[in-house]
């Protein structure tokens, strides 16, 4: 193996391990939030940037592996997201949404420890 087939398939392992890799973020949701065309249920969801789209993935709680309402924790549902950088660090990770009566519209996440904003809907 050349010098330059050694490079680019050490290049190629980085990059794909980076994405592997992409740091997740918890928010919560107490009631049914809107993403885009999507419907978020109540509860923690793991959210995660890649390829420019935000990955949410609810998380189970002691019984709640077995839910009765059919839905499947661990279901990764992905959602088309504007990425934006504020210019400063968020100090927390934050979720700015719209109550429209029994549920939400969500806005944006800040994701903390990032200057990086998530922006839904635009």
């Known amino acids: 193996m050349t010098r330059q087939s050694l490079f680019m398939a050490?290049?190629?392992?980085?990059?794909v391990m980076g994405i592997a890799s992409a740091k997740s973020y918890d928010v919560s949701f107490d009631k049914t939030t809107k993403v885009g065309a999507t419907d978020?249920?109540?509860g923690t969801y793991?959210?995660?940037?890649?390829?420019?789209?935000?990955?949410?993935t609810r998380?189970?709680?002691?019984?709640?592996?077995?839910?009765?309402?059919?839905?499947?924790?661990?279901k990764p549902i992905t959602v088309p997201v504007t990425v934006q950088h504020a210019g400063k660090k968020f100090s927390e990770t934050a979720?700015?949404?719209?109550?429209?009566?029994?549920?939400?519209?969500?806005?944006?996440i800040d994701l903390g420890g990032t200057d990086t904003k998530l922006v839904f809907g635009q």
């Open 10 to 15: 050490c290049a190629l392992t980085l990059s």
């Open 46 to 56: 793991a959210v995660k940037l890649v390829n420019g789209q935000a990955v949410f």
């Open 95 to 108: 979720v700015e949404s719209a109550n429209t009566g029994d549920s939400a519209n969500l806005h944006e």
């Open 40 to 42: 978020l249920k109540p």
């Open 59 to 74: 998380e189970a709680k002691g019984s709640e592996v077995y839910p009765m309402d059919g839905e499947t924790y661990g």
